[in-house]
């Protein structure tokens, strides 16, 4: 909010990934002025498949309608057997299928990242732009980024939707906190695309429409379509010494190293690594569980996503709840644009933006209160099931039973969450904070 316009929030997103992309979306729909700045001189476009679970796809119904457009133009569900849907748990001798239900899809990283790119204006995202730092002087002043190229702006929000590696989490904790870098959770995922038709040969037709998962004593095998054409693999595996390739969180691995690893499996496992490519992408799983983030907000200044709560991927939750932050972040800021627009007296004065720093921040703070316990659970939760998978949890002993009574559960808390409930908790701890203020 400037001196000449007070009824228009302007708000500065950090990171042009899902997260940014979304919570965009979800600031447009709300008629909220914004800025993505993106570090890189493009957009993102590595990744292979994504799952979106039931929670997640009601939050991007509510978010807008072009949100859940993009990831409806790309999304692939997880058919089997007359139509109804499945997760199949298999040790190679027998499996277990897990229900699930219409709203549960994955999709290709890329390709919903260039659907999401095509609904927010070009003019609001700028490139090339790593934030060096984020201060405000004072309460009445909006906050100032500035960045490595030597530009500063000045806006009222700061949202950091940037990432594993988050440039602003330690801006809101302190640099000398614990949780202000995430840690390496000793999983490694080496991740792989094949053609469907390939991909049939090996696994048989009825493992092609859902999601599998090949356990294990050691490792975990997981396929599911990222597209009607191609299926996406990700073998996950303990990691139990230090990532050696820091800061980077992804290396090149030769086949022979991955399929090595497989030889204990399934022979059908087996014969799907054999049509992976001869180099691989092989990821270090980084996450928040070791030192959890104490709050996400820091009076305009926030954190959303993998920047709050990176999770490992095994709950297939992370981007819903990414999802649910930026629902309740875009939902209680527009309620502040809506009091601007009916309150504006065509300019702004220091005790106007005072005020309206003093709004941002109780939204802020709001948010981090209804959305940080279930978000922190999820990692939790997420990195317990990546060691049952592997069985490190059972101690060794391959449990498919047990696997998927420990999964369901968790699937239940995870999708059985309404985000309008979620919104309606973050809008009644505004209020109070309002009255006490």
Same mark, same amino acid.
């Given at each position: %909010?400037?001196?000449?316009?007070?009824?228009?929030?302007?708000? /500065?997103?950090?990171? /042009?990934?899902?997260?940014?992309?979304?919570?965009?979306?979800?600031?447009?729909?709300?008629?909220?002025?914004?800025?993505?700045?993106?570090?890189?001189?493009?957009?993102?476009?590595?990744?292979?498949?994504?799952?979106?679970?039931?929670?997640?796809?009601?939050?991007?119904?509510?978010?807008?309608?072009?949100?859940?457009?993009?990831?409806?133009?790309?999304?692939?569900?997880?058919?089997?057997?007359?139509?109804?849907?499945?997760?199949?748990?298999?040790?190679?001798?027998?499996?277990?299928?897990?229900?699930?239900?219409?709203?549960?899809?994955?999709?290709?990283?890329?390709?919903?990242?260039?659907?999401?790119?095509?609904? =927010?204006?070009?003019?609001?995202?700028?490139?090339?732009?790593?934030?060096?730092?984020?201060?405000?002087?004072?309460?009445?002043? /909006?906050?100032?980024?500035?960045?490595?190229?030597?530009?500063?702006? *000045?806006?009222?929000?700061?949202?950091?939707?940037?990432?594993?590696?988050?440039?602003?989490?330690?801006?809101?904790?302190?640099?000398?906190?614990?949780?202000?870098?995430? *840690?390496?959770?000793?999983?490694? =995922?080496?991740?792989?695309?094949?053609?469907?038709?390939?991909?049939?040969?090996?696994?048989?037709?009825?493992?092609?429409?859902?999601?599998?998962?090949? =356990?294990?004593?050691?490792?975990?095998?997981?396929?599911?379509?990222?597209?009607?054409?191609?299926?996406?693999?990700?073998?996950?595996?303990?990691?139990?010494?230090?990532?050696?390739?820091?800061?980077?969180?992804?290396?090149?691995?030769?086949?022979?190293?991955?399929?090595?690893?497989?030889?204990?499996?399934?022979?059908?496992?087996?014969?799907?690594?054999?049509?992976?490519?001869?180099?691989? +992408?092989?990821?270090?799983?980084?996450? &928040?569980?070791?030192?959890?983030?104490? &709050?996400?907000?820091?009076?305009?200044?926030?954190?959303?996503?993998?920047?709050?709560?990176?999770?490992?991927?095994?709950?297939?939750?992370?981007?819903?709840?990414?999802?649910? +932050?930026?629902?309740?972040?875009?939902?209680?800021?527009?309620?502040?644009?809506?009091?601007?627009?009916?309150?504006?007296?065509?300019?702004?004065?220091?005790?106007?933006?005072?005020?309206?720093?003093?709004?941002?921040?109780?939204?802020?703070?709001?948010?981090?209160?209804?959305?940080?316990?279930?978000?922190?659970?999820?990692?939790?939760?997420?990195?317990?099931?990546?060691?049952?998978?592997? %069985?490190?949890?059972?101690?060794?002993?391959?449990?498919?039973?047990?696997?998927?009574?420990? &999964?369901?559960?968790?699937? +239940?808390?995870?999708?059985?969450?309404?985000?309008?409930?979620?919104?309606?908790?973050?809008?009644?701890?505004?209020?109070?904070?309002?009255?006490?203020?």
């Amino acid at each position: %909010m400037s001196e000449e316009n007070g009824s228009q929030l302007h708000v /500065a997103i950090i990171g /042009a990934g899902l997260t940014g992309l979304v919570l965009a979306l979800a600031l447009e729909n709300r008629h909220i002025q914004y800025t993505i700045y993106e570090q890189a001189a493009s957009i993102p476009s590595t990744g292979a498949g994504l799952n979106t679970n039931p929670a997640g796809a009601r939050s991007l119904k509510y978010i807008s309608a072009e949100a859940f457009a993009a990831y409806k133009a790309v999304r692939t569900t997880h058919h089997r057997y007359n139509d109804e849907l499945y997760f199949t748990y298999t040790d190679g001798s027998s499996h277990v299928d897990l229900m699930c239900t219409e709203e549960f899809g994955s999709v290709h990283r890329v390709r919903y990242i260039d659907e999401l790119v095509k609904r =927010v204006p070009a003019e609001k995202i700028r490139l090339g732009h790593r934030v060096k730092n984020v201060t405000q002087s004072s309460p009445s002043h /909006a906050p100032l980024l500035s960045f490595e190229n030597g530009s500063s702006i *000045s806006c009222d929000v700061v949202l950091g939707c940037d990432g594993v590696k988050s440039k602003i989490r330690p801006i809101v904790v302190g640099e000398d906190h614990a949780s202000a870098k995430a *840690s390496f959770s000793h999983r490694v =995922v080496y991740r792989g695309l094949v053609g469907r038709h390939e991909a049939e040969k090996a696994l048989g037709s009825k493992m092609m429409d859902g999601a599998l998962l090949h =356990v294990g004593c050691g490792a975990c095998f997981v396929s599911y379509p990222a597209t009607e054409d191609v299926m996406s693999f990700g073998l996950f595996i303990p990691h139990p010494e230090p990532w050696p390739h820091f800061p980077s969180v992804s290396h090149k691995a030769d086949k022979q190293e991955l399929l090595a690893t497989l030889k204990d499996l399934h022979p059908n496992v087996l014969k799907v690594g054999k049509l992976l490519p001869d180099t691989l +992408d092989v990821w270090a799983v980084y996450d &928040t569980h070791d030192s959890p983030l104490p &709050t996400y907000s820091k009076g305009c200044i926030a954190v959303l996503g993998d920047a709050a709560h990176a999770s490992t991927p095994n709950l297939g939750s992370a981007a819903g709840i990414a999802y649910e +932050d930026a629902a309740v972040v875009a939902t209680l800021l527009g309620d502040i644009q809506k009091t601007l627009k009916s309150q504006n007296s065509g300019g702004a004065t220091v005790e106007q933006r005072r005020a309206l720093q003093q709004q941002i921040s109780h939204a802020l703070t709001a948010y981090t209160t209804s959305c940080i316990e279930r978000s922190q659970w999820l990692v939790q939760a997420s990195r317990y099931l990546g060691e049952c998978n592997t %069985m490190d949890a059972y101690g060794g002993v391959l449990d498919l039973e047990r696997l998927v009574a420990d &999964t369901k559960q968790r699937y +239940d808390i995870v999708w059985n969450k309404d985000i309008v409930d979620i919104v309606k908790s973050a809008r009644e701890t505004r209020d109070k904070l309002e009255l006490q203020s």
